[in-house]
Every structure is written in structure tokens, then in C-alpha cells.
């Protein structure tokens, strides 16, 4: 049986490798440059791995749905797939936003 203690560190472990992962930035040579196709494409790149990332994210919600016991656990971990979700879904739409601003240039 996994303590509270090491739960909340691994919960905590995890947030920090994803929340590390979602921070991203554009290569400095692209915007010293200003060259816009090539941050247009590096930003739609960048909307693809983030929706990529929330879809992994609603998998491992349906994986805690059904395989966590402990409703209190599930129910705070399903929380944190869910925010993360809309986080991920949020900044793909950003980058793409990004990306067709540049692909005007």
C-alpha cells in the first residue's frame, strides 16, 4: 500500500515533468531571423504535439476511471487529466493561432 506522502510526491512528480514538457518556445535563430514560415510551420508543429499531449491525457483519465479503487484518488487524478486537457487544448489553439499569424507575413 503506497502512503499519502509518496502519492502526493509522485502526483506532485508528475505535474512538474508536464507542466516542463507544455514549456515550449520557438527556436531563438527562427525570430532573430524573422523568418515567419518557418515559425508558422514550427508553431502548427507545436499545435500538433499539444493536442497530441491532450490526447494522452484523456487516456490516462479513462485509465484512472477504471483502475483506481480509492474514489478520493481517482476522483482528484481524473481532475488533473481533465485540467490538464483543457490546457493543452487551449495552448494547441494559441500556437495555431500563432502559426497563421506568421503564415501572413
Given at each position: 500500500?503506497?502512503?499519502k506522502a509518496k502519492y502526493w510526491v509522485f502526483i506532485c512528480s508528475l505535474l512538474l515533468?508536464?507542466?516542463?514538457?507544455?514549456?515550449?518556445?520557438?527556436?531563438?535563430?527562427?525570430?532573430?531571423r524573422n523568418n515567419h514560415a518557418g515559425l508558422a510551420s514550427w508553431y502548427q508543429e507545436?499545435?500538433?504535439?499539444?493536442?497530441?499531449?491532450?490526447?494522452?491525457?484523456?487516456?490516462?483519465?479513462?485509465?484512472?476511471?477504471?483502475?483506481?479503487?480509492?474514489?478520493?484518488?481517482?476522483?482528484?487524478?481524473?481532475?488533473?487529466?481533465?485540467?490538464?486537457?483543457?490546457?493543452?487544448?487551449?495552448?494547441?489553439?494559441?500556437?495555431?493561432?500563432?502559426?497563421?499569424?506568421?503564415?501572413?507575413?
Amino acid at each position: 500500500m503506497v502512503s499519502k506522502a509518496k502519492y502526493w510526491v509522485f502526483i506532485c512528480s508528475l505535474l512538474l515533468a508536464v507542466l516542463t514538457g507544455c514549456a515550449s518556445s520557438p527556436p531563438r535563430d527562427l525570430i532573430e531571423r524573422n523568418n515567419h514560415a518557418g515559425l508558422a510551420s514550427w508553431y502548427q508543429e507545436e499545435a500538433v504535439h499539444l493536442r497530441a499531449r491532450a490526447e494522452e491525457m484523456r487516456e490516462m483519465e479513462k485509465d484512472y476511471e477504471t483502475r483506481m479503487t480509492k474514489p478520493q484518488q481517482r476522483s482528484v487524478l481524473i481532475q488533473h487529466c481533465r485540467n490538464l486537457v483543457e490546457k493543452y487544448t487551449k495552448a494547441a489553439a494559441e500556437a495555431e493561432a500563432l502559426a497563421k499569424l506568421h503564415a501572413e507575413q
